[in-house]
């Protein structure tokens, strides 16, 4: 029998899920993930208990766990809101991410083939991006496509990638009104293709599908204030990809967006959902200009310099839209402070590994390493996608 490929970045890379439920759709995931370290970020009531599929590596962290490592500085991690996820990102040890939702499983390219959505990633970070041109042909460094015909022979060594944004399959990532204008809509169409946001330009960041390089633009991946307690929610991968993609446009780092695609598989309820968007549609409208014309200076030369002058031009510009701008800022600020103590290892998040069944230590998180599994079928290749289907 042939040898299955090798995981790519299998040591260099944790996976991230924030939840509140059993991760039963990890099943579906385990010929991809399984060998992978996970980062589980358990939202709501610490006291539940939570459970995982034998066979996977994991460390799961609580509301209590949030509070101990991070002591006075828990305030800025949000709670009752998947904002909290960013809080696996601040622990993890690796060079990149990969954070997914629980309601999202695997999709079908259109030969049925499943899709490794964690491959394609990879490859999205691994290969460069192209912000300053666009190529036609959307990624030129992909197998069997090349730049185009005019494309300036001096920007196609490309820039570093540091976000590579995925899509979703079945329900659409729509905001409330949109979900209540059209509650049956599904999303069927699959656009074989990845390509560069251009530099200057912004979009809506969504975080249930999302990959990037922690070394990079770790310090700005940081979700906000959002759910309880908190006049707004489900605006926080979104106010954290317009702080990542104005810093990456100032450090000169690409944002990709496409492949891969998952299954979203639930539909949240549109009318919590207005509850909880209601001010953002609103405040959005200021919001956007804000980061329209926000300008980083010179001197701002690593994503924590930016992420502080960022931070400072929220609390200048945007507190008069409303003071939960101001909060939100010294939120900003708390999250910078809490990552360089962690990077700089003045804070222990870590916890230990057990054999078999899971522990839970004075010093860190439930850990769990379970028997192995049978072997996985074998990966498929983002190259053999099909085109299309009509």
């Given at each position: 029998?042939?040898?299955?490929p090798t995981p790519l970045?299998?040591?260099?890379?944790?996976?991230?899920?924030?939840?509140?439920?059993?991760?039963?759709?990890?099943?579906?995931?385990?010929?991809?993930?399984?060998?992978?370290?996970?980062?589980?970020?358990?939202?709501?009531?610490?006291?539940?208990?939570?459970?995982?599929?034998?066979?996977?590596?994991?460390?799961?962290?609580?509301?209590?766990?949030?509070?101990?490592?991070?002591?006075?500085?828990?305030?800025?991690?949000?709670?009752?809101?998947?904002?909290?996820?960013?809080?696996?990102?601040?622990?993890?040890?690796?060079?990149?991410?990969?954070?997914?939702?629980?309601?999202?499983?695997v999709a079908k390219d259109?030969?049925?083939?499943?899709?490794?959505?964690?491959?394609?990633?990879?490859?999205?970070?691994?290969?460069?991006?192209?912000?300053?041109?666009?190529?036609?042909?959307?990624?030129?460094?992909?197998?069997?496509?090349?730049?185009?015909?005019?494309?300036?022979?001096?920007?196609?060594?490309?820039?570093?990638?540091?976000?590579?944004?995925?899509?979703?399959?079945?329900?659409?990532?729509?905001?409330?009104?949109?979900q209540l204008v059209k509650?049956?809509?599904?999303?069927?169409?699959?656009?074989?293709?990845?390509?560069?946001?251009?530099?200057?330009?912004?979009?809506?960041?969504?975080?249930?599908?999302?990959?990037?390089?922690?070394?990079?633009?770790?310090?700005?991946?940081?979700?906000?204030?959002?759910?309880?307690?908190?006049?707004?929610?489900?605006?926080?991968?979104?106010?954290?990809?317009?702080?990542?993609?104005?810093?990456?446009?100032?450090?000169?780092?690409?944002?990709?967006?496409?492949?891969?695609?998952?299954?979203?598989?639930?539909?949240?309820?549109?009318?919590?959902?207005?509850?909880?968007?209601?001010?953002?549609?609103?405040?959005?409208?200021?919001?956007?200009?804000?980061?329209?014309?926000?300008?980083?200076?010179?001197?701002?030369?690593?994503?924590?310099?930016?992420?502080?002058?960022?931070?400072?031009?929220?609390?200048?510009?945007?507190?008069?839209?409303?003071?939960?701008?101001?909060?939100?800022?010294?939120?900003?600020?708390?999250?910078?402070?809490?990552?360089?103590?962690?990077?700089?290892?003045?804070?222990?998040?870590?916890?230990?590994?057990?054999?078999?069944?899971?522990?839970?230590?004075?010093?860190?998180?439930?850990?769990?390493?379970?028997?192995?599994?049978?072997?996985?079928?074998?990966?498929?290749?983002?190259?053999?996608?099909?085109?299309?289907?009509?």
């Amino acid at each position: 029998s042939m040898a299955r490929p090798t995981p790519l970045l299998k040591d260099e890379l944790d996976i991230v899920i924030p939840t509140i439920r059993n991760l039963d759709f990890l099943e579906m995931w385990r010929p991809f993930f399984q060998h992978y370290h996970l980062i589980i970020v358990q939202d709501g009531d610490p006291s539940k208990q939570i459970k995982v599929p034998e066979g996977f590596d994991y460390e799961l962290y609580n509301r209590n766990d949030i509070n101990r490592i991070l002591g006075s500085k828990a305030s800025c991690i949000s709670f009752k809101d998947s904002a909290c996820r960013c809080f696996g990102f601040l622990v993890s040890k690796k060079k990149y991410i990969f954070t997914i939702d629980d309601d999202c499983f695997v999709a079908k390219d259109p030969s049925s083939k499943d899709i490794n959505a964690l491959e394609q990633h990879i490859k999205n970070l691994l290969s460069p991006s192209t912000p300053y041109f666009f190529n036609t042909l959307y990624d030129p460094y992909r197998e069997g496509t090349d730049f185009v015909r005019g494309y300036p022979f001096s920007l196609r060594e490309g820039v570093q990638t540091a976000i590579s944004h995925g899509l979703w399959l079945n329900i659409p990532d729509y905001d409330a009104p949109t979900q209540l204008v059209k509650p049956s809509e599904r999303n069927t169409r699959y656009v074989d293709a990845v390509m560069t946001i251009p530099k200057g330009t912004l979009f809506p960041m969504c975080g249930m599908n999302l990959a990037f390089n922690r070394e990079l633009i770790g310090p700005a991946m940081y979700f906000g204030l959002m759910g309880d307690g908190q006049p707004i929610g489900r605006y926080d991968d979104m106010w954290a990809g317009w702080c990542c993609k104005v810093i990456c446009d100032h450090l000169g780092y690409g944002v990709k967006t496409g492949l891969p695609y998952i299954w979203h598989s639930k539909a949240s309820n549109p009318f919590v959902n207005l509850k909880k968007e209601y001010k953002g549609i609103f405040w959005q409208e200021e919001i956007i200009p804000f980061f329209q014309s926000a300008v980083l200076s010179k001197e701002a030369t690593s994503v924590e310099q930016c992420y502080r002058e960022l931070a400072k031009q929220v609390r200048e510009k945007l507190s008069n839209v409303d003071p939960y701008f101001s909060k939100l800022a010294d939120a900003m600020v708390t999250w910078t402070e809490s990552w360089e103590e962690l990077t700089s290892n003045k804070i222990v998040a870590g916890g230990v590994k057990a054999s078999s069944g899971g522990v839970h230590h004075a010093n860190g998180p439930t850990t769990k390493v379970a028997s192995p599994p049978p072997p996985p079928p074998a990966v498929v290749k983002s190259e053999e996608l099909g085109s299309p289907a009509a």
